[in-house]
């Protein structure tokens, strides 16, 4: 089981602002999910992105709260603390992280860091009230974090998210919490709606779809439907705003010939 170990070693690693060690964290083939910019990365990309992101950093990282232990992913919480005149503000934000057997096949980060507000949320006074909002509706951090890590192995496990009907109460109800307490842990969660939260596993089945050995010959459509959505135009739009392509030019990088 990774757990604290793996926590350590990998706060560690952020903590000496060492690009590849904390790539080496990821199993090959394994992505970095950087959730606020939509951004997916792995291998070559994602250390030259952490070079250049530590290059500006001057923050140290601490592990908040307990790691939460699901059937095969963990989830932590972590502050980002910076140093002493370096202008920066403090920040918080959560990791999930998902493994097949000791490998580590994907890191998804979430965090509110004073950058990604102000660029898309219209600043701090949006997202404040957006937390004031959800201040009344009962969830203290802790329940925020079980939740967290509940629905994550949820939509893992079960892929509810290829009910192309899936809805909010329909998944509130699988996870036996109220529809006010998911949508909390979605929003100020996750920081996204619950079609985007949706729609980004739908993504990433359709990626392994599309990369897979078989995909030359299955239509685009098709995959789109297999994996959740009801029109190809759905389907793009996601798949572009997740991965910044579309799925064929996705399914070309794979040396697969598009079909449309």
């Known amino acids: 089981m990774i757990s604290a170990d793996f ?8 903590n000496d602002h060492d690009a590849g060690a904390v790539a080496e964290h990821l199993a090959g083939g394994g992505t970095y999910c950087d959730m606020p910019t ?3 990365l792995s291998g070559s990309e994602l250390i030259a992105h952490l070079e250049d992101y530590f290059a500006r ?3 140290q990282y601490q592990l908040v709260g307990e790691i939460l232990v699901g059937e095969n992913a963990i989830a932590f919480q972590y502050r980002a603390c910076p140093e002493e005149g370096s202008g920066q503000l403090p920040w918080t934000g959560a990791e999930f992280v998902t493994f097949e057997g000791d490998s580590v096949i994907r890191i998804e980060d979430y965090y509110r860091s004073p950058d990604v507000d102000a660029a898309s949320e219209g600043g ?4 404040q009230r957006r937390v004031q909002r959800y201040a009344k509706s009962g969830l203290d951090d802790m329940a925020m974090k079980d939740f967290m890590a509940q629905l994550a192995t949820l939509m893992s496990d079960e892929q509810c998210y290829l009910d192309p009907d899936l809805t909010l109460p329909q998944l509130a109800e699988r996870l036996d ?9 979605i929003n100020a969660g996750f920081g996204m709606s619950f079609y985007d939260y949706v729609n980004g596993y739908r993504v990433r089945r359709a990626e392994a779809m ?3 050995a078989d995909a030359a010959s299955q239509a685009i459509l098709d995959i789109a439907l297999a994996v959740g959505f009801n029109s190809s135009s759905t389907f793009y739009s996601a798949f572009k705003k997740v991965t910044g392509q579309t799925p064929a030019q996705y399914r070309k990088t794979g040396d697969c010939s598009p079909q449309a």
């Open 38 to 40: 939509q951004r997916q």
């Open 124 to 127: 701090n006074g949006q997202w």
């Open 177 to 185: 919490c109220s529809v006010n307490h998911l949508s909390q842990v």
């Open 210 to 212: 599309l990369a897979g």
């Open 7 to 14: 926590v350590a070693s990998y706060l560690d690693a952020w």
């Open 57 to 59: 950093d001057h923050c």
